[in-house]
């Protein structure tokens, strides 16, 4: 049974465990719209139906093998301009996590893919909702693969495909709470700077010449940065291109 987390100071304080829902970030976004949802709560379910996806796409995960939650937190600090410093805090948390449990190589695929061995082990849905020039709740949902073996995509994993051992779900939960608050509590005591150097740190093929493909068509670029808006920042022969997700992607 999933249980409260011991060692953060709000994120999980307030946990709702649904057996089955269609999409927990959709079951917190009613939360939030009916009820005055309290900072950091965890809803967890151990069977997401209709799990959503970046782009419009659906998140299969299979029952009882796999975390599917959603935080809801209300981060007033941060200016909707800046709101991909948030993709940026959910991110470094995966990584921290997954290189701590796996020994693992942890990479960030832009904007927020966690890859083990260039593969997804875990999907981030993260829905903002604005009101005036301020963030009034953000939803992040997150999908980690951890005790499924079996996948349609070869280009997806788990934790235990890649460690050979079996994890207990509400441990790992409590554990991933703890570095998701660490790092939020970075952004919120103003730390972007090294958020920022983390995260470009751990892109996936930073610094790789590859090939990608855009609106134009294909060309050999690398991944350098990204900008202060999230935005990816790709060299090429001839310039530096700047890209919001669905301009580019990356082709091997
Ligand atoms: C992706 O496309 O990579 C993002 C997947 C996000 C899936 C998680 S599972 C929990 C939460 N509820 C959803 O419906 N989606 C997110």
Sequence with gaps: MYKIPANT?????KLVYVPECHSTNSLASDLCQHTNAVDGTVIVTDNQTKGRG????????????NLTFSVIVKPSFLLPINQFKLTMVVSLALRDFLAHRLKNKVSIKWPNDIFVNAKKVCGIL?????????IQYSIIGIGLNVNQELFLMNNVDSMKNISSR???????????????????????????????????????CRDEPKK???????????????????KLLIQTPEAIRSYELKQVRMLD
């Design 166 to 204: 079996t994890f207990e779900l509400a441990e790992e939960l409590e554990l991933l709470l703890e570095f998701l608050e660490s790092r939020y509590l970075q952004l919120r005591s103003g730390n972007d700077p090294m958020l920022k150097e983390h995260y470009t740190y751990a892109l996936y």
């Design 212 to 230: 990608f493909e855009d609106a134009e068509g294909q060309f050999i670029g690398t991944i350098i940065d990204v900008n202060d808006q999230g």
């Design 9 to 13: 100071l709000f994120v999980g304080k």
């Design 54 to 65: 970046q782009r419009g796409n659906k998140w299969f995960s299979e029952p009882y093998k």
């Design 126 to 134: 993260i829905e903002n909702v604005l009101a005036g020039n301020t």
